[in-house]
Nanobody, 118 residues
Framework: VQLVESGGGLVQAGGSLRLSCAAS????????MGWYRQAPGQQRELVAI???????NYGDSVKGRFTVSRDNAKNTVYVQMNSLKSEDTAKYYC?????????????WGQGTQVTVSS
């Protein structure tokens, strides 16, 4: 199973970015999918998670500004990030709770950098 993120980059404060993450491989089912982030010297923290049924959970610092969504047919999760702040600068990692014919575990992407300039 592989998760590939895209959409990161440099944006000015107040701007928007949309991250995408596509899962591929011998996937039977994906339960939750979502995003975490990690800034230098800080712990990895939850950005947003969405279940296969569409239930969502957000980190407190992004509520009201970020929106997570997914396309189950494409095994893809997105996060629309609006009103970006300098403190949103971090490496963003996609994560997915994947069931295959042999395993059930969380998989992680390599991460995509988001840099917000003030």
């Amino acid at each position: 199973v592989q998760l590939v993120e895209s959409g990161g980059g440099l944006v000015q404060a107040g701007g928007s970015l949309r991250l995408s993450c596509a899962a591929s491989g011998s996937i039977f089912r994906i339960n939750a999918m979502g995003w975490y982030r990690q800034a230098p010297g800080q712990q990895r923290e939850l950005v947003a998670i969405i279940t296969s049924g569409g239930n969502t959970n957000y980190g407190d610092s992004v509520k009201g500004r970020f929106t997570v969504s997914r396309d189950n047919a494409k095994n893809t999760v997105y996060v629309q990030m609006n009103s970006l702040k300098s403190e949103d600068t971090a490496k963003y990692y996609c994560a997915a709770d994947v069931v295959t014919t042999r395993t059930h575990q969380w998989y992680w992407g390599q991460g995509t950098q988001v840099t917000v300039s003030s």
